[in-house]
């Protein structure tokens, strides 16, 4: 038995599930999915095959000549679920597993009307990374097992189903709809994605259409409507697109992530709308994931960096593309930012081994390790290779490492291996094994230089004059916020307020930023603010620093814990999760 994914049940010496058939209908009153997951192996086999649940209720398993095949559920295991042994008659060719997921599964997130934005209808959506698609589909759920599969979604009929894949058809039954869809690309398991509600589309190009509620759509669409020139960008720098369409879905205020990079229909949340198009940057994020990450993705979780450090760097160039070097140099500086606070968080709690880029996470939940460390260091680590050869050499030794590694899933090692083999020296240059596996942020790290940086750095820490403020772009804003000492008198605060109105300002990058500097400040005014954010707002980019600015200080912890009590429920339950234990790591620590 070898099991290479610390996360997954998966074994190398199984046969290999190569596709998926998936028939599934969607019951809002039970909450639950009654499905059927046909696996098609890659060569007829037999013996045992285990594969990945997580609360699945497994009715029946039947072999391609619809013999019942033997199966044991084991109990489950924290972390990974329960595996589910089957046991294949000799020369099986695929093997049907009859279902019912439970009305709490992981991936899922079931919404009652009143929490969508129209108001009438209920919505269903998916969010299968980490290691969540096998609450949904019993399957062998380790990125190391790429599958296609052809789905068909049993929706009300009052509503439209979307699945990151290719449309079929729509054919209506009565009170319900049949939806079709297929994915002919290889993807990892954890980019299986798809949502039900009351949707409307608006066409952005030739390859790219956005979809939202009815009430959100029209702002969405003026909102990303260059799109088309993002597309053009990354096959600029990275070559064509390989996912035929890139259609993107406004998903309710509890999508836990900024956005989730599902081929051929990323996920974004609707704090991207912020009227100004200043937040449209994570969809190049999403955009570039196209590239690393879906086309050449990490082998498992302990690799993560080579998915986003890779995204993190081909993010930033194609915003450098776009708007030119000086935003793409404030972007990095938010990023260097970002990175130094986690390292930071880690190594204060005794947990350097999260600030490595090849982590070591056996018996660590995935989720509970997320972090912008293999996101940050990633990107400077490839910026380090960068700086040695040239841009040039590195965007041709880029091209050639995406097309080397195609449609496949790779450890460190392959890459440290491909990159010793197409730029021999480069790594023992740069002393590769202190990013690789070294705790923390290696001293020669490239440092990133800026007019318009300095000018935010130079800034002094007063009360900025009104044309000053109008100046500044709501990257600058983000950064000096961000460098203002803590605390600050509430009279200071107060007078920012009353300047610029940063409460009850529509873009979250700064208003985020503002309400943990005034709640480290002691400026009681905007406690309501951060009330209403906590209970509308699911991103964990800004749970995380408004929950955390609450636990840190003696005073506020009771009013953490409360508000989280209050509106966990409407919590995507990845979130809910981790700021659960956020919580009670705080109060178990005094």
């Known amino acids: 038995m070898a099991r290479l994914d610390p996360h997954s049940y998966a ?28 696996l098609e192996l890659a060569a007829p086999a037999g013996g045992p095959l285990d594969l990945d649940t997580r609360d699945l209720a497994i009715a029946s398993v039947t072999d391609d000549r619809g013999r019942a095949v033997p199966f044991t559920l084991h109990p489950a295991e924290p972390i990974f679920g329960a595996r589910l042994s089957i046991e294949l008659p000799e020369g099986t060719r695929s093997v049907a597993v009859r279902y019912r997921t439970a009305p709490d599964a992981s991936a899922l997130q079931w919404l009652e009307p009143a929490q969508t934005a129209g108001g009438k209808e209920p919505y269903l959506f998916s969010q299968c990374q980490a290691i969540h698609a096998r609450s949904i589909v019993p399957v062998q759920d380790s990125p190391r097992n790429r599958i296609t599969f052809t789905a068909r979604l049993t929706v ?48 952005l190009g ?24 993002m597309i053009t960008a990354g096959e600029a720098l990275y070559g064509a697109y390989a996912w035929d369409r890139f259609d993107i879905l406004v998903m309710p205020p509890s999508f836990p992530y900024g956005g989730m990079e599902n081929p051929r229909l990323t996920f974004v949340t609707p704090t991207l709308l912020a009227g100004d198009r200043s937040q449209v940057r994570v969809i190049a994020h999403e955009l570039a994931h196209a590239w690393s990450g879906n086309l050449v993705t990490n082998a498992d979780a302990e690799h993560f960096w080579l998915n986003e450090g890779w995204t993190r760097y081909a993010e930033l160039r194609i915003v450098e593309a776009l708007e030119g070097e000086g935003d793409a140099a404030l972007m990095a500086a938010i ?55 040239g841009r040039t050499r590195f965007d041709a030794f880029a091209k050639k490492y995406l097309d080397t590694f195609r449609f496949g899933s790779i450890t460190t090692d392959q890459f440290l291996a491909f990159v010793e083999g197409e730029l021999p020296g480069v790594l023992a240059t740069i002393d590769a094994p202190v990013w690789i596996d070294g705790e923390g942020i290696p001293a020669s790290a490239p440092t990133i230089r800026a007019d318009r ?21 709501s ?116």
Not at 11 to 38: I, K
Not at 354 to 382: C, M, Q
Not at 523 to 540: F, H, I, N, Q, T
């Open 453 to 473: 940086l300095d000018a935010v750095n130079a800034m002094p820490f007063d009360v900025p004059s009104v044309e000053t403020g109008k100046a500044l772009t």
């Open 335 to 389: 990023c260097r930012r970002d990175l130094d606070e986690a390292v930071a968080r880690f190594l204060e709690s005794g947990q350097g081994g999260l600030t490595r880029l090849r982590t070591h996470l056996w018996g660590i939940d995935p989720d509970e390790a997320f972090s912008t460390v293999p996101y940050e260091k990633g990107n400077l680590f490839l910026h380090a290779i960068e700086g040695q050869i």
């Open 11 to 38: 074994d190398d010496t199984h046969p290999r599930v190569a596709s998926l058939d998936w028939e599934a209908g969607v019951d809002f009153s039970s909450r639950t999915l009654e499905a059927v997951a046909t």
């Open 475 to 590: 990257t600058e804003w983000n950064l000096w916020l961000e460098r203002v000492p803590r605390p600050q008198a509430p009279t200071w605060c107060a007078a920012i307020d009353d300047r610029f109105a940063l409460t009850t300002s529509g873009n979250m990058e700064v208003k985020v930023s503002w309400l943990r500097l005034a709640l480290a400040s002691g400026y009681d005014a905007v406690v309501p603010e951060v009330e209403r954010v906590l209970g509308s707002v699911g991103r964990m980019k800004y749970l995380n620093p408004l929950y955390g600015a609450l636990l840190a200080k003696k005073e506020t912890q009771g009013l953490a814990k409360a508000i989280f009590e209050r509106v966990q429920a409407g919590y995507h339950p990845i979130a809910k999760q981790v700021m659960r234990g956020r919580i009670e790591k705080a109060f178990a620590a005094g």
């Open 206 to 229: 030739p390859r790219s259409r956005v979809w939202a509620e009815p009430s959100v759509v029209d702002k969405a669409a003026w909102e990303f409507a260059d799109v088309d020139q």
């Open 156 to 203: 009300p009929k009052a509503l439209r189903g979307l699945m990151a894949a290719a449309f079929d058809g729509r054919e209506e039954q009565g009170d319900v709809a049949v939806e079709s869809w297929h994915m002919p690309q290889p993807i990892p398991p954890y980019l299986l994605a798809f949502a039900v509600g009351d949707l409307a589309s608006r066409e």
